[in-house]
């Protein structure tokens, strides 16, 4: 397992270089980049109040301080009739005055080291910024991922056990419509009824916590976090549990009917021992080792449209706003984190395949 793991790695590292080389070279085909973008602020257009200039900008270039020089072209849109040597300030102070490969190297340099540089539009680092979102996205990963698995183990197994019945029949419509109805659209459905959309006014509409929690009790802050997180959990919870609950059904019912169950039970054992000491760490095996997938999942791509509906101050809601404002220090940086937790939790992923079931022997794969 040692060895596995270190192979693992050592994978890792060509998997990064991959992840940021792509990621890097479609950046450069993207439409409005920051030049562009500085461009139509200092000239009074397209302003998005999501993002603070720096202040080398706001001091250095502003708007009655833009040579024209009539009759020059851009390889920028909107910067025709501009002074060159002032679009070439604009490329070096966004480190576009170097070809793609130096830049692309200094990144991977820098990345190396974990300097994942600056914001162009706040005033902090990618690291600082990173930090600053993450327990917000983590949090709400990790209790949606909880509570799913607490709902969909248990219904599972008892859809497994009635299978064809009543119960499993109506449970299975309930099923069907959750896995239907996509999180986003359960959370326009949850504020209208519930966050004075229309009907109640329950629960808070956006944020994580309230303004005065500094004068808050310790378990009056954590009350008020759990209220503020109620409707964003629900949401993700409604689209995730079904197609865990499936998985957890179909694992019994491959294991039900094998020849290791049907010797138990013809030595007279209960059949609650039968399922839960025979069939469980067997059936369970997919559904407990896919823990870190479906954490990863709900993280990544679950918790984006839940941050940006509830204004939960998160990396969701940090991506979304990077990509819109074409902060690319902030994009590239959360994807190198990203692609980084995913290689993590994917070796997780393997070390609890193994600590589910020892029979697993990693060590005679080749990765």
């Known amino acids: ?33 920051p030049v562009e973008r500085m461009i139509a602020q ?23 301080a833009m040579p024209q020089a009539t009759g020059q072209s851009s390889k920028y849109r909107g910067a025709q009739g501009l002074d060159p040597e002032f679009i070439a300030e604009l490329e070096a102070l966004y480190g576009f005055d170097k ?35 993450m327990p917000v996205s983590i949090s709400l990963g990790l209790w949606s991922t909880i509570i799913i698995y607490f709902i969909s183990i248990p219904l599972g197994i008892k859809k497994a056990v009635r299978d064809g019945q009543a119960f499993d ?4 419509a309930a099923v069907f419509i959750g896995y239907a109805i996509p999180s986003f659209m359960f959370a326009i459905l949850l504020i ?31 009350l008020d976090y759990m209220w503020h997180m109620t409707l964003p959990i629900m949401a993700m919870v409604i689209s995730g549990f079904a197609g865990l609950t499936m998985l957890t059904k179909n694992s019994f019912l491959d294991e039900i ?11 007279g054992l209960t059949e609650k021992r039968v399922l ?41 809601l940090l991506g979304y706003e990077s990509i819109i404002n ?34 697993i022997d990693f060590e005679a794969r080749k990765v």
């Open 1 to 33: 397992m040692a060895n596995y793991i270190l192979k693992r790695l050592l994978f890792m590292i060509p998997t990064v270089l991959g992840v940021m080389l792509v990621s890097f070279a479609i950046i450069q085909f993207v439409p409005g980049g």
């Open 42 to 64: 200092l000239q009074g257009h397209g302003v998005d109040a999501t993002a603070r200039i720096s202040g080398a900008a706001n001091t250095d270039m502003t708007a009655g």
């Open 99 to 133: 070809p793609a490969y130096v830049r692309f190297g200094q990144m991977v340099s820098n990345y190396l080291r974990f300097d994942l540089g600056e914001s162009y539009y706040r005033d902090i680092s990618v690291v600082d910024l990173v930090l600053e979102k």
């Open 169 to 172: 029949v109506w449970s299975s």
């Open 192 to 222: 209208i009824l519930f966050a004075g959309g229309r009907y109640f006014d329950l629960f808070p509409l956006r944020g994580i916590i309230s303004d005065n929690w500094q004068d808050m009790s310790w378990w009056r802050v954590f």
């Open 257 to 267: 009917n094998k020849q290791y169950v049907l010797t138990a039970r013809a030595k």
């Open 276 to 316: 839960y000491g025979h069939i469980f760490r067997n059936a369970m095996l997919i559904v407990i080792a896919g823990f870190p997938s479906a954490f990863l999942a709900i993280f990544f791509t679950g918790s984006l449209l839940i941050e940006v509906i509830f204004s939960l101050d998160g990396l969701g």
């Open 326 to 359: 074409r902060d690319y220090p902030v994009v590239l940086g959360t994807l190198y984190v990203f692609a980084l937790i995913g290689l993590v939790m994917t070796l997780i992923r393997d070390i609890v395949y193994v600590m589910v079931d020892p029979r």
